[in-house]
């Protein structure tokens, strides 16, 4: 079996000959490749060849793919060369709702017809009306009386005034059903071309693929064609289940790794085999550059962007890309074909990316609905502690902080916490490299009481030649732990800065001396880490005070 491979790129137009051998060959897709953002299609193409040049055509690949990522591979039974392979963009109209369609136009076909033999009937009672009308002038024919004069009979007139009378009210009657009928079925008739207009076959763009080959014989023969489109992604999820052990040891966290694809290419993935990558192809592929930081008169500035803008003409930038889409049309190289074998999801390591081989065969719809799979699952060593700023909120929470392991960082996105099988609400992950180490929130930890009381607040002033404001703040935060075992608890607090060398801030003699000092860098927070013994308790004291020239004004002093 002879394997072969050919690049594309996309151009406008087919170049393959009219009299070359058309070969039709139905496609599916069989592997996909998933990015956060965009995707890689490998469809299949089954068919039977020809000897002599002919040309493979596949025209079921979607509209929107991505310029120049055509790529074809191949493999036959008979000696068979790749030429070239040429891509095209189409308007198909669809057959949806076919039925539907015929017998709202045979409807309307029907009531043409209604409307056209009540015009009939219509004109048919005019004419009727018009020989009445003559004959009933001609109906009574005067006599001469005895003396000469002109005489009609009474009994004959009133006879045909009553017979005109009930003969000319029908003939109205029939006029007056014809001309609301019709405006009944004019209704029915828009009706159904609004109908139709919603139910109408829409055009979807189509990419057709031609691939030319030279044949030495006839026999069977497959292609893969590799693509990508923009319209596909995933987005990282994860479920964080904690389980406290006993006496505060050997508690878990197991954290389920799943994804959310999703796809909208207007193809369909039924049961394909799904990877998914921490690969960005669409994204930078090198830090920018920096250009020198010119500052100059405003007005040259703005003469110099004018005379940039008109240097960039829309056709010199059409006639540029153009050039780049035909670059490299026509290669082609002898490849190796190998035969994929899908394992049971898998993390892959390649380089600086990690791929996720989904087990099974996986669907997913062309509509923009997520399609939630599971990647893996691990559980994690986890220490547990409490923590709390009970200058915002009195109340600590448990947390568990655990090492993150395998070889792959795992991506930014939603975590679901839950603590011993109940549901506690939605967290975001960071994005975690291995090794790293993390902590979650699991809730309030009511067996921790935290109390914070302030016990000194002065307001004064100082000095005998230049006054200066004093202010001075005292805190007492007590912190108890209810459980049956030891708490590391951890609180926070600050102390405010100024910005201006007059503003002096201190703190009080008394003060607990803190554990951290500017916590993740932010001036002024501080941090008290307690580890804590059941039943036990632990008072932290915390005060500070700020002094300032008399004549200068500041924010307020908490």
């Known amino acids: ?51 002599g040049d002919p040309v493979v055509i596949v025209d079921d690949l979607p509209g929107k793919i991505v310029a120049n990522s055509v790529r074809v591979e191949g493999k036959s039974g008979a000696a068979i060369e790749i030429g070239s392979v040429d891509v095209r963009q189409i308007f198909v109209k669809g057959e949806e709702n076919a039925s539907e369609r015929k017998e709202i136009e045979s409807a309307i076909e029907a009531l043409n017809d209604e409307i056209n ?4 009937q219509s004109d048919n009672a005019k004419t009727q009306r018009a020989m009445l009308q003559a004959l009933a002038g001609q109906a009574i024919v005067p006599r001469r009386g005895e003396n000469g004069g002109i005489m009609i009979s009474t009994e004959e007139l009133s006879s045909l005034l009553a017979l005109s009378e ?10 007056q059903k014809a001309s609301i009928r019709q405006r009944e079925i004019s209704k029915e008739i828009d009706e159904m071309h609004r109908r139709l207009s919603e139910i109408a076959p829409k055009q979807e763009l189509k990419t057709v ?62 049961n394909v085999a799904l990877t998914l990558s921490t690969a960005r192809p669409r994204g930078n592929t090198q830090s920018p550059q920096l250009e020198p930081y010119l500052l100059e008169e405003y007005q040259q500035f703005l003469a110099k962007r004018k005379r940039d803008a008109r240097a960039m003409k829309p056709e010199t930038m059409g006639n540029e890309a153009a050039a ?14 190998e035969k994929v074998d899908f394992k049971p999801v898998t993390e892959e390591i390649a380089g600086f990316l990690a791929e996720y081989k989904i087990s099974g065969a996986v669907s997913v719809a062309n509509a923009g609905q997520e399609k939630n799979v599971t990647i893996g699952a691990k559980e994690l060593d986890a220490k547990i502690a409490a923590f709390s700023v009970p200058k915002i909120d009195p109340n600590a929470y448990l947390t568990a902080s655990f ?20 549901f506690l609400g939605k967290a975001r992950l960071p994005l975690l490299n291995p090794g790293a180490e993390h902590s979650l929130g699991f809730g309030r930890d009511d067996l921790v009481k935290i109390e914070r009381v302030q016990v000194t607040d002065k307001k004064g002033e100082s000095g005998f030649i230049s006054t200066v404001n004093v202010e001075e703040r005292k805190f007492v935060t007590t912190i108890t732990n209810l459980h049956d075992f030891a708490m590391a608890v951890t609180i926070q607090d600050q102390i405010p800065y100024g910005t201006h060398e007059d503003i002096k801030v201190e703190m009080t003699p008394g003060t607990t001396k803190p554990s951290v000092v500017d916590v993740d ?6 941090a008290w880490e307690n580890m804590i013994e059941a039943g036990g308790e632990k008072v932290v004291g915390f005060g500070y005070k700020v002094s300032w020239p008399k004549e200068m004004n500041i924010t307020p002093v908490e």
């Open 324 to 337: 780049t889409s035909l670059d490299g049309v026509g290669m082609s190289r002898a490849i190796q074909a």
């Open 1 to 51: 079996m002879k394997n072969l491979f050919a690049a594309a790129l996309i151009t406008s137009t087919f170049l393959t000959p009219v009299f070359a051998a058309e070969l039709p060959f139905d496609s599916n897709v069989g592997e996909v490749t998933v990015y956060p953002r965009g995707a890689q299609v490998t469809r299949v193409a089954l068919g039977e060849m020809m000897a």
């Open 403 to 422: 090492t993150i392991e395998g070889k792959a960082p795992w991506l930014p996105g939603i975590v679901t916490l839950s603590r011993d099988g109940v």
């Open 209 to 270: 693929v031609a691939i030319n080959l030279t044949s030495d014989g006839a026999g069977s023969a497959e292609f893969q064609i590799r693509y990508n489109v923009e319209q596909a992604g995933w987005a990282p999820l994860y479920d964080a289940k904690l389980t406290l052990g006993s006496d505060g040891k050997d508690s878990k966290v197991k954290i389920t790794r799943r994804a959310a694809v999703s796809q909208s290419t207007t193809e369909s993935w039924d």
């Open 117 to 120: 033999a009540l015009d009939q």
């Open 166 to 175: 009930e003969r000319f009210a029908a003939l109205s009657q029939i006029t």
């Open 521 to 526: 860098k932010k001036r002024g927070v501080l």
